[in-house]
Structure formats: structure tokens, C-alpha cells
């Protein structure tokens, strides 16, 4: 019994390896070619991958060729559309919130400049 207490951890560990979401990959190539700023700053890729794969139905698989061979041609094309529609809504949603992030520090900046006991005329 005790002999065979690690042989789980290694099929979990090997599953959990091989196993991966379709969409990861075609999300990522599809922000490398659209985004200039994807291929520069990693925060940004990591940022806008997540957003885009969460705008997406999963589509767990263990290998690429599987899903393939699977799909009629048809349904790689929908799915290519909706990747797509996915990266560019992505990327202005990380961008959006980029700049209202950086509007409100520059609003608190400018609330901590003032002299707190100024007086008014």
C-alpha cells in the first residue's frame, strides 16, 4: 500500500501537464499579431490573454491535433472569428482601464498637492 502512495501524484502530475485549453494558444498568437505592445510588455499579453480566454467557452484538450481533426473547417472559422472578436475587445478593455487607472492616481496627485489649510478668498 505505502509502495504505490507516489504513483498518483504522478499520473495527476502528468495529466494536469498534458491537459490545456484550445483557445490559450490561438489567443496568444492572435494578440502577437494584432498587438505591437503584446510582443514588447509581458504584463500586458498576460493581462489581455486572460481577458480574451474568459470572453471564450473553454475547449479542454490533450493534443492540438485532436481538435483538428475534429472540427470541419466551418467550425475553425468560427472559432478563429470569435478568438479574434475576443483579442480586440480584450485589448481595449486593458487599455480602458489602463487609462482610468492612470486619470484617478493623477486625480489623487493633484487632491495631495493642494495645502490642506489653504485659505479661500
Known sequence: ????????LTSYYS???TIHNYYEQLV???????????????????DATCVALNRLPPRY???DVDMTFFLSPTEMD?????????????VQYVEAREEQK???????EIKSAKPKNAKKK
Do not use: C
Not at 1 to 8: D, E, K, V, Y
Not at 78 to 90: G, L, S, W, Y
Not at 102 to 108: F, L, M
Open 78 to 90: 468560427e472559432m478563429t472569428d470569435k478568438v479574434v472578436r475576443a483579442v480586440n475587445d480584450a
Open 1 to 8: 500500500m505505502l509502495l504505490g502512495a507516489g504513483a498518483h
Open 102 to 108: 492612470r486619470r484617478e492616481e493623477e486625480t489623487e
Open 61 to 63: 484538450i490533450r493534443y
Open 28 to 46: 496568444i498568437d492572435q494578440l502577437l499579431r494584432s498587438s505591437d505592445r503584446a510582443a514588447r510588455d509581458p504584463d500586458f499579453l498576460a
Open 15 to 17: 495529466a494536469r501537464d
